[in-house]
């Protein structure tokens, strides 16, 4: 006897509804560092700061990034969820640094491209990643937010009044 399976409506729409994100923030962020590279070899614009101390502030920044974002990604693996930001979420992660911000893989990349502006003394690179930051924002975050109440309702708006976007 064969048994026939019913699929579940609603199991279609959530693989179906997916973030609107068009952004790839790897990407992103890798062409504000590459911008802020060649804009300095043309215009100039070194931070006043003494070398040795600007790599150590800038590297300690490097350090605090890649620890964030290799524990934030470790809870996607854990999950079993895809890095992707135009993928459906199957859950709505709330523990390790998703207790202190609701975006730990963006503000990591923050944190790591101000830190290598910051290591190289280089000005236009703390500025082209702040213009990635703002590209995250809008056309990243906000949609991947409206998404996650689509997807989680009442979860997702407690766990947007209890935790900030950036901390």
């Given at each position: 006897?064969?048994e026939?399976?019913?699929?579940?409506?609603?199991a279609?729409?959530?693989?179906?509804?997916?973030?609107?994100?068009?952004?790839?923030?790897?990407t992103?962020?890798?062409?504000?560092?590459?911008?802020?590279y060649v804009?300095?070899?043309?215009?100039?614009g070194?931070?006043?700061?003494?070398?040795?101390?600007?790599?150590?502030?800038?590297?300690?920044?490097?350090?605090?990034?890649?620890?964030?974002?290799?524990?934030?990604?470790?809870i996607?693996?854990?999950?079993?969820q895809?890095?992707?930001?135009?993928?459906?979420?199957?859950?709505?992660?709330?523990k390790?640094?998703?207790?202190?911000t609701r975006?730990?893989?963006y503000l990591?990349?923050?944190?790591?491209g101000?830190g290598?502006?910051v290591?190289?003394?280089?000005?236009?690179?703390i500025?082209t990643?702040?213009?990635?930051?703002l590209?995250?924002?809008?056309?990243?975050?906000?949609?991947?937010?409206?998404?996650?109440?689509?997807?989680?309702?009442?979860e997702?708006?407690?766990?947007?009044?209890?935790?900030?976007r950036w901390?």
């Amino acid at each position: 006897m064969v048994e026939e399976f019913a699929p579940d409506p609603t199991a279609a729409r959530d693989e179906g509804d997916r973030p609107s994100v068009t952004l790839h923030p790897p990407t992103t962020l890798f062409a504000a560092l590459v911008a802020g590279y060649v804009i300095r070899l043309f215009v100039g614009g070194r931070l006043p700061l003494p070398r040795a101390f600007a790599e150590g502030i800038g590297g300690l920044l490097i350090i605090v990034a890649l620890g964030l974002a290799i524990s934030a990604i470790s809870i996607f693996a854990q999950g079993g969820q895809a890095l992707k930001p135009a993928t459906p979420a199957k859950e709505l992660f709330l523990k390790g640094p998703y207790k202190f911000t609701r975006n730990p893989i963006y503000l990591a990349m923050m944190l790591f491209g101000a830190g290598f502006g910051v290591a190289t003394s280089n000005v236009w690179i703390i500025i082209t990643t702040a213009i990635a930051g703002l590209l995250f924002h809008f056309m990243v975050i906000l949609p991947e937010e409206a998404y996650l109440e689509r997807r989680f309702g009442a979860e997702y708006a407690a766990y947007k009044a209890k935790v900030r976007r950036w901390a």
